[in-house]
T-cell receptor, first 112, second 113 residues
Framework: GDSVTQMEGPVTLSEEAFLTINCTYT??????LFWYVQYPGEGLQLLLK?????DKGSNKGFEATYRKETTSFHLEKGSVQVSDSAVYFC???????????FGKGTRLSVIA | SQTIHQWPATLVQPVGSPLSLECTVE??????LYWYRQAAGRGLQLLFY??????ISSEVPQNLSASRPQDRQFILSSKKLLLSDSGFYLC????????????FGPGTRLTVL
C-alpha cells in the first residue's frame, strides 16, 4: 500500500539555520503531496502542497519540490525562526476519496 | 468560509467510563470526515472515516466507535475507556477531489486515569 517515510526527529537548530526535513513516498500512480504543520497543543494546518511532478509548493518561507524520479518531497527553509518550532508531517493523497497517508512527523525545535 | 469545531477541548475521565466527542463542520456540504488519535510524542493514527451519513469505515479495531448522524456531524464514542485511550483526538474534513487539502479541528486532549 501507499506509505510516507520521514526523517526521524527531533531536529534542533539555531535561529537562522537552514532546514531540511526529508520525506519520501511509495505510491502507485501520481499522488498529490502535502506538508502539514502542528504547533504545540493545536490541530494540523496545511503548510504547502504540490499536485504533480516538478511542482514546487511554497508558503511562509518553506518550500518543497515534487520529485517523481526520487519519489521525494523534502521540506526546506533557508532561515528558521523560533516560531517555526513545531511538528511537521508529510502526507500523500492517491485518489479523490481515500484518506490522506501521513508520515510519522518530525519535531523541530529552534533555539535563539 | 468553512470552520470545524470540536468539543470538549480537554477531558479527564476515569477508566471504565463512557466517552463522547463531537465534531461539527460548517460551510460545506457532504464532506468526508475523519477521526485521528495522536498519542504523546507519536504520529497520527487514523481511527475512522466517513464518506456520508451513516457510513463509517474503521481503520483500527478497538473499543472505540464512530457515528455520523448528520451530514456535518461526526461523533466518537466508547462504552468503557481504557488507559490506552488517552491521547489527542483530532477531527478532520475534506471534500472529494484529488487536489483538495484536509482541514483539521483544534483537537480534544483526553486523559484517562
Amino acid at each position: 500500500g501507499d506509505s510516507v517515510t520521514q526523517m526521524e526527529g527531533p531536529v534542533t537548530l539555531s535561529e537562522e539555520a537552514f532546514l531540511t526535513i526529508n520525506c519520501t513516498y511509495t505510491a502507485t500512480g501520481y499522488p498529490s503531496l502535502f506538508w502539514y504543520v502542528q504547533y504545540p497543543g493545536e490541530g494540523l494546518q496545511l503548510l504547502l502542497k504540490a499536485t504533480k511532478a516538478d511542482d514546487k509548493g511554497s508558503n511562509k518561507g518553506f518550500e518543497a519540490t515534487y520529485r517523481k524520479e526520487t519519489t521525494s518531497f523534502h521540506l526546506e527553509k533557508g532561515s528558521v525562526q523560533v516560531s517555526d518550532s513545531a511538528v511537521y508531517f508529510c502526507a500523500l493523497l492517491n485518489s479523490g476519496n481515500t484518506p490522506l497517508v501521513f508520515g510519522k512527523g518530525t519535531r523541530l525545535s529552534v533555539i535563539a | 468560509s468553512q470552520t470545524i469545531h470540536q468539543w470538549p477541548a480537554t477531558l479527564v475521565q476515569p477508566v471504565g467510563s463512557p466517552l463522547s466527542l463531537e465534531c461539527t463542520v460548517e460551510g460545506t456540504s457532504n464532506p468526508n470526515l475523519y477521526w485521528y488519535r495522536q498519542a504523546a510524542g507519536r504520529g497520527l493514527q487514523l481511527l475512522f472515516y466517513s464518506v456520508g451519513i451513516g457510513q463509517i469505515s474503521s481503520e483500527v479495531p478497538q473499543n472505540l466507535s464512530a457515528s455520523r448522524p448528520q451530514d456535518r456531524q461526526f461523533i466518537l464514542s466508547s462504552k468503557k475507556l481504557l488507559l490506552s485511550d488517552s491521547g489527542f483526538y483530532l477531527c478532520a474534513w475534506r471534500v472529494d477531489g484529488y487536489y483538495n487539502e484536509q482541514f483539521f479541528g483544534p483537537g480534544t486532549r483526553l486523559t484517562v486515569l
